[in-house]
Nanobody
C-alpha cells in the first residue's frame, strides 16, 4: 500500500523558514514528478511546486524566489525549503507524485495527511 508521509510543518513568524519533507513509502519504480500542494482554510487546493526526476522545478508565481523544491530520487523523498514566509503561506501542505501530460501536472490519487504550516504576522 502506498503511503505518503509529510513532516516539517509548524508555527513560524513572518519572515521565518521551514523545511518540509515527504517520503513515498512503497517501492514505486520511475516516479516521474513529485510535487507539493497546499490548501488554506476556505480556499481551493493549489499546486505550489513540482520537480522532475532530472531536478527541473516549477513554482507557483507567489512562491518563486522564496521556496525551493528538491528531491532524493532513490529515496522517493521530496523536500520543500520555505524562506521569507508570509501569513498568506498559511495552509496544510500535501506532497504528491505523478507525471506531466501536455505540460500539466497530473498527480496520482494518493495523498498524505498533510502538514500544517502557520505563519503569524
Amino acid at each position: 500500500q502506498v503511503q505518503l508521509a509529510e513532516s516539517g510543518g509548524g508555527l513560524v513568524q513572518a519572515g521565518g523558514s521551514l523545511r518540509l519533507s515527504c517520503t513515498v513509502s512503497a517501492s514505486i519504480p520511475s516516479i516521474r514528478v513529485m510535487g507539493w500542494y497546499r490548501q488554506a482554510p476556505g480556499k481551493e487546493r493549489e499546486l505550489v511546486a513540482t520537480i522532475t526526476t532530472d531536478g527541473t522545478p516549477k513554482y507557483l508565481d507567489s512562491v518563486k524566489g522564496r521556496f525551493t523544491i528538491t528531491r532524493d530520487v532513490p529515496k522517493n523523498t521530496v523536500y520543500l525549503e520555505m524562506n521569507s514566509l508570509k501569513p498568506e503561506d498559511t495552509a496544510v501542505y500535501y506532497c504528491t507524485f505523478g507525471a506531466y501530460y501536455s505540460g500539466n501536472y497530473s498527480p496520482t490519487g494518493k495523498w498524505g495527511q498533510g502538514t500544517q504550516v502557520t505563519v503569524s504576522s
